[in-house]
T-cell receptor
Framework: KAGVTQTPRYLIKTRGQQVTLSCSPI?????VSWYQQTPGQGLQFLFE???????NKGNFPGRFSGRQFSNSRSEMNVSTLELGDSALYLC??????????????FGEGSRLTVL | QKEVEQNSGPLSVPEGAIASLNCTYS??????FFWYRQYSGKSPELIMF????GDKEDGRFTAQLNKASQYVSLLIRDSQPSDSATYLC??????????FGQGTELSVKP
């Protein structure tokens, strides 16, 4: 069974640009969560989607957005990039039904560098 | 107070020793607790979860939960150099978000 696939793996952008990251969950998984990981802040929850609906949202500014498609694939977008957005963005999928069970399967991440 | 707190370490133990990793959480209503392991340059992977007070054993790993003290720990017996990684404690909050601690870096010296 294929794991969680994230693209692109690495990208470099400049301040003010926008970026879109993609995540394909494990087949059959309907929940997709996004996390930002930095050395100083650790893993910070961005949002979770289930059946194309945003079920939970973290404390990030509106520049961070996401969506989920009918095939459970998800994208996240960051607009007007800032230097502080440089991080590893991790996508995780789960079988979660009505509630997030906490049993997440992570992709390898997309490492974003903002210059 | 952070929702999930861990000592960042690094925690260094000799090969064959017991490594003890600790985590405290703020939400008394939390019902489930997860331990993830993250090797350097890799993504986190789930290694243990526990729902009930007491101990849960899986091979060399034991998770311990004390809800009254809001404390969960992970013991690694007979530590191996391959156990060297960052261990992340995670707890779903009331809103359903899975909140991670900062992680404890473990180094097992041969």
């Amino acid at each position: 069974k294929a794991g969680v696939t994230q693209t692109p793996r690495y990208l470099i952008k400049t301040r003010g640009q926008q970026v879109t990251l993609s995540c394909s969950p494990i087949s059959g998984h309907r929940s997709v969560s996004w996390y930002q990981q930095t050395p100083g802040q650790g893993l910070q929850f961005l949002f979770e989607y289930f059946s194309e609906t945003q079920r939970n949202k973290g404390n990030f500014p509106g520049r961070f957005s996401g969506r989920q498609f009918s095939n459970s694939r998800s994208e996240m977008n960051v607009s007007t990039l800032e230097l502080g957005d440089s991080a590893l963005y991790l996508c995780a999928s789960s079988l979660a039904g009505r509630e997030n069970t906490g049993e997440l399967f992570f992709g390898e991440g997309s490492r974003l560098t903002v210059l | 107070q952070k929702e999930v707190e861990q000592n960042s370490g690094p925690l260094s133990v000799p090969e064959g020793a017991i490594a003890s990793l600790n985590c405290t959480y703020s939400d008394r209503g939390s019902q489930s607790f997860f331990w993830y392991r993250q090797y350097s340059g890799k993504s986190p992977e789930l290694i243990m979860f526990i729902y009930s007070n007491g101990d849960k054993e899986d091979g060399r790993f034991t998770a311990q939960l004390n809800k009254a003290s809001q404390y969960v720990s992970l013991l690694i017996r007979d530590s191996q150099p391959s156990d060297s990684a960052t261990y992340l404690c995670a707890v779903p909050n009331q809103g359903g978000k899975l909140i991670f601690g900062q992680g404890t870096e473990l180094s097992v010296k041969p």
